[in-house]
């Protein structure tokens, strides 16, 4: 978020802070004061991901193989240019952060509600002012840079600070990304992926020095200026009334100002006025709201100091407390060689949550393309949690306590009817015929480990009496009968349409290049396509927790989306099997397509008849889902037991309950009508989600 109001007084209203300059320019500089030395640039992704995502199509669950390429093209312009980039990643949400994150992902819930509205009356695409960017691509980006050959970094704490740190401690010519608190932190220049023209490589470079002038500060004024105005760590609110006061004393001293700049102008000429010491940050902290933590501007401050930095609004040591905090963490995982493992991995973004999991046990999911007036589609966090709670089992197995039972994982998930005020506690679970040790998925080696990652990896999506037939075909094409084998037992709607148009896309995939996807036009936009494209995409996620879990038993780019799915070609397909298209005609009248899509569908229609599950036709001739009342989405899985929904506490106790799905048909005159929930109880040890 950085500096609440920050941007715009740099941009409109501080001259000199915001300097047009050339990339280029900068980096020959950089190599004149430091001959020998190849220019870095240290790339926040996070805050570059929407720009750089400029295919046109972003609601069918994503343009892979197009974006893939924007990133070769944007990596190509700098490597011209003689710049070495280096790309940051969040990889943890700090406990202090938390409630922001959680009011960003609600607020994201709102925006994502208006798409599928749009979607269902006008059957097109919104413009680009209603914008949201593709489910899992901040995913599936770090692992698309390191295709690429980029140096990919994923952050052990906020990814903000550890950019900062970086560009500062290995003389770095600057930092790209969209972010004010790189204008907080003393570290290298700051530069704007907003206002990057990449074809010439010009920008703008906002300065720190200009920006103090103008306020009549020190640089180490410019974290106590962030706190006041509002940050993550302490939100805006809390300084309300505070401001004001400065305003109103500012004002009426000072004319011209417009209400915005007079609050940062205010709040800088009381910054000013006072004893830069700790003691005045005491006085300070006496006026924030009764109840408030007292050490929140402490905090505040002390999260924008960089290895080896010291505040004048800090005692001398006060850092070095907050760093020795840090470093007191237990993690839950025991084995301190496997650990230190996940760590490398995690840190050269070649795994995803998995570090986070066996050292916190707490990890996230943001928010998905789903439409939360569809009834019939569960959310892709429910779907997916039996194959986490297995993979959660293998990444905890040392951490098990005597009786042999498991830390639960707090999950912070994004779906329709959660809150987000607390996490979901979810219970790990045993593979079925027991679970294999890291040591032996990670350490060993030879014929018999392959065979065990390959069983573990199945297991996890309760597909390992299939091994054979699974191993038996095209690494990309395994994943996605894998992956379409678990959704289709996990979810009772799915249809024979639905199984069409998810095969004919892979298969048709194969030799298209990203121009030949670009060019595809869509008749119209089905929204619970959309959804079931977002969904796809989500399980390629959770497919590679649990390759990376079970020691790579598939290539890493197997399971890549440019490698097994194109969200345009998708709805293209979904929408010619839903209208009674031909196989020929779907398969583009490729009789090698054919074959193999025969024997795919075989394949699934068998396993899944072995259990029960008959996969039935039922064609969608209309664009749109009808609701209907009194069923949620528990209850449209193939056994809503498989899946329970989320656990809240009830006020005034401390017992965890739990909600259980209604049984179709099942209805309460004391219920409201929608996501229906039976009777309240404790559940029995061992049973947690």
């Given at each position: 978020?950085?500096?609440?109001?920050?941007?715009?007084?740099?941009?409109?209203?501080?001259?000199?802070?915001?300097?047009?300059?050339?990339?280029?320019?900068?980096?020959?500089?950089?190599?004149?004061?430091?001959?020998?030395?190849?220019?870095?640039?240290?790339?926040?992704?996070?805050?570059?991901?929407?720009?750089?995502?400029?295919?046109?199509?972003?609601?069918?669950?994503?343009?892979?193989?197009?974006?893939?390429?924007?990133?070769?093209?944007?990596?190509?312009?700098?490597?011209?240019?003689?710049?070495?980039?280096?790309?940051?990643?969040?990889?943890?949400?700090?406990?202090?952060?938390?409630?922001?994150?959680?009011?960003?992902?609600?607020?994201?819930?709102?925006?994502?509600?208006?798409?599928?509205?749009?979607?269902?009356?006008?059957?097109?695409?919104?413009?680009?002012?209603?914008?949201?960017?593709?489910?899992?691509?901040?995913?599936?980006?770090?692992?698309?840079?390191?295709?690429?050959?980029?140096?990919?970094?994923?952050?052990?704490?906020?990814?903000?600070?550890?950019?900062?740190?970086?560009?500062?401690?290995?003389?770095?010519?600057?930092?790209?990304?969209?972010?004010?608190?790189?204008?907080?932190?003393?570290t290298a220049p700051y530069f704007s992926i907003k206002e990057l023209h990449l074809h010439r490589l010009d920008t703008v470079m906002f300065s720190r020095q200009n920006l103090c002038s103008r306020l009549g500060l020190y640089p180490t004024d410019l974290p106590l200026l962030a706190c006041i105005l509002g940050t993550d760590i302490v939100p805006a609110k809390v300084m309300e009334r505070f401001r004001n006061q400065c305003v109103a004393?500012?004002?009426?001293?000072?004319?011209?100002?417009?209400?915005k700049s007079s609050v940062i102008l205010a709040v800088a000429n009381y910054i000013s006025s006072i004893s830069r010491s700790y003691g005045s940050l005491i006085a300070l902290a006496e006026k924030l709201p009764l109840g408030s933590d007292k050490s929140l501007l402490c905090n505040g401050i002390e999260s924008y100091l960089l290895p080896g930095q010291q505040s004048p609004w800090l005692p001398c040591d006060f850092s070095h407390r907050?760093?020795?905090?840090?470093?007191?963490?237990?993690?839950?995982?025991?084995?301190?060689?496997?650990?230190?493992?996940?760590?490398?991995?995690?840190?050269?973004?070649?795994?995803?949550?998995?570090?986070?999991?066996?050292?916190?046990?707490?990890?996230?999911?943001?928010?998905?393309?789903?439409?939360?007036?569809?009834?019939?589609?569960?959310?892709?966090?429910?779907?997916?949690?039996?194959?986490?709670?297995?993979?959660?089992?293998?990444?905890?197995?040392?951490?098990?306590?005597?009786?042999?039972?498991?830390?639960?994982?707090?999950?912070?998930?994004?779906?329709?009817?959660?809150?987000?005020?607390?996490?979901?506690?979810?219970?790990?679970?045993?593979?079925?015929?027991?679970?294999?040790?890291?040591?032996?998925?990670?350490?060993?080696?030879?014929?018999?480990?392959?065979?065990?990652?390959?069983?573990?990896?199945?297991?996890?999506?309760?597909?390992?009496?299939?091994?054979?037939?699974?191993?038996?075909?095209?690494?990309?094409?395994?994943?996605?009968?894998?992956?379409?084998?678990?959704?289709?037992?996990?979810?009772?709607?799915?249809?024979?349409?639905?199984?069409?148009?998810?095969?004919?896309?892979?298969?048709?995939?194969?030799?298209?290049?990203?121009?030949?996807?670009?060019?595809?036009?869509?008749?119209?936009?089905?929204?619970?396509?959309?959804?079931?494209?977002?969904?796809?995409?989500?399980?390629?996620?959770?497919?590679?927790?649990?390759?990376?879990?079970?020691?790579?038993?598939?290539?890493?780019?197997?399971?890549?989306?440019?490698?097994?799915?194109?969200?345009?070609?998708?709805?293209?397909?979904?929408?010619?099997?839903?209208?009674?298209?031909?196989?020929?005609?779907?398969?583009?009248?490729?009789?090698?397509?054919?074959?193999?899509?025969?024997?795919?569908?075989?394949?699934?229609?068998?396993?899944?008849?072995?259990?029960?599950?008959?996969?039935?036709?039922?064609?969608?001739?209309?664009?749109?889902?009808?609701?209907?009342?009194?069923?949620?989405?528990?209850?449209?899985?193939?056994?809503?037991?498989?899946?329970?929904?989320?656990?809240?506490?009830?006020?005034?106790?401390?017992?965890?309950?739990?909600?259980?799905?209604?049984?179709?048909?099942?209805?309460?005159?004391?219920?409201?009508?929608?996501?229906?929930?039976?009777?309240?109880?404790?559940?029995?040890?061992?049973?947690?989600?």
């Amino acid at each position: 978020m950085g500096v609440k109001g920050l941007y715009s007084f740099v941009t409109n209203d501080c001259p000199g802070a915001c300097t047009a300059v050339n990339l280029k320019v900068v980096a020959e500089k950089h190599r004149s004061k430091y001959p020998g030395s190849t220019p870095v640039l240290v790339v926040d992704a996070m805050g570059c991901i929407r720009k750089w995502y400029t295919a046109e199509s972003w609601v069918c669950g994503g343009q892979w193989r197009e974006y893939l390429s924007e990133l070769d093209g944007f990596i190509n312009t700098f490597t011209a240019a003689g710049i070495k980039l280096v790309f940051y990643f969040d990889g943890v949400v700090e406990q202090k952060k938390r409630s922001e994150w959680v009011v960003r992902r609600l607020n994201n819930n709102k925006e994502i509600a208006k798409i599928f509205r749009f979607i269902k009356t006008y059957k097109r695409q919104p413009g680009r002012e209603m914008f949201f960017i593709p489910s899992g691509l901040a995913t599936f980006t770090r692992f698309g840079l390191k295709t690429l050959g980029q140096e990919t970094i994923c952050s052990l704490r906020e990814g903000d600070y550890e950019v900062a740190s970086y560009a500062l401690h290995n003389n770095c010519m600057g930092i790209l990304g969209e972010d004010t608190d790189y204008l907080i932190f003393d570290t290298a220049p700051y530069f704007s992926i907003k206002e990057l023209h990449l074809h010439r490589l010009d920008t703008v470079m906002f300065s720190r020095q200009n920006l103090c002038s103008r306020l009549g500060l020190y640089p180490t004024d410019l974290p106590l200026l962030a706190c006041i105005l509002g940050t993550d760590i302490v939100p805006a609110k809390v300084m309300e009334r505070f401001r004001n006061q400065c305003v109103a004393s500012y004002c009426a001293k000072s004319q011209g100002s417009n209400e915005k700049s007079s609050v940062i102008l205010a709040v800088a000429n009381y910054i000013s006025s006072i004893s830069r010491s700790y003691g005045s940050l005491i006085a300070l902290a006496e006026k924030l709201p009764l109840g408030s933590d007292k050490s929140l501007l402490c905090n505040g401050i002390e999260s924008y100091l960089l290895p080896g930095q010291q505040s004048p609004w800090l005692p001398c040591d006060f850092s070095h407390r907050s760093a020795a905090s840090v470093e007191q963490e237990v993690p839950l995982c025991l084995d301190q060689e496997i650990l230190q493992l996940a760590k490398e991995k995690h840190v050269r973004a070649e795994s995803h949550t998995t570090y986070n999991v066996m050292c916190s046990g707490e990890i996230e999911c943001s928010n998905t393309l789903e439409d939360e007036d569809d009834t019939e589609l569960p959310g892709q966090a429910l779907i997916f949690l039996p194959a986490r709670r297995h993979i959660y089992s293998l990444l905890l197995e040392s951490a098990k306590d005597v009786n042999g039972t498991y830390p639960v994982v707090k999950e912070w998930f994004v779906y329709a009817g959660n809150s987000l005020k607390q996490p979901d506690l979810v219970q790990p679970k045993e593979l079925p015929g027991g679970t294999p040790s890291l040591r032996s998925l990670w350490l060993s080696s030879g014929p018999e480990t392959e065979k065990l990652r390959h069983w573990t990896f199945l297991a996890c999506f309760q597909l390992q009496e299939i091994a054979e037939e699974i191993q038996a075909l095209e690494g990309s094409v395994a994943v996605v009968c894998c992956l379409l084998l678990y959704l289709f037992l996990q979810v009772d709607s799915l249809s024979l349409e639905d199984l069409n148009a998810f095969l004919a896309q892979t298969l048709c995939l194969e030799g298209k290049s990203a121009a030949q996807l670009a060019r595809l036009q869509l008749a119209q936009v089905d929204s619970r396509g959309v959804q079931l494209g977002s969904l796809f995409i989500r399980g390629l996620g959770v497919m590679i927790k649990a390759n990376n879990t079970c020691g790579l038993p598939f290539k890493a780019d197997d399971i890549m989306p440019w490698s097994v799915f194109d969200g345009k070609l998708f709805h293209t397909k979904y929408l010619q099997a839903h209208r009674g298209c031909s196989l020929h005609d779907l398969l583009e009248d490729n009789e090698s397509w054919l074959a193999k899509f025969q024997d795919l569908m075989s394949l699934i229609c068998r396993t899944c008849s072995a259990r029960g599950r008959i996969i039935q036709s039922r064609k969608r001739l209309d664009s749109f889902v009808t609701e209907r009342r009194g069923r949620g989405r528990g209850t449209h899985f193939r056994n809503p037991n498989r899946i329970p929904s989320r656990p809240y506490r009830d006020q005034g106790s401390d017992c965890l309950w739990w909600r259980n799905p209604q049984p179709p048909g099942h209805s309460s005159e004391s219920q409201p009508p929608g996501r229906g929930y039976g009777p309240r109880h404790q559940p029995p040890r061992g049973q947690r989600l």
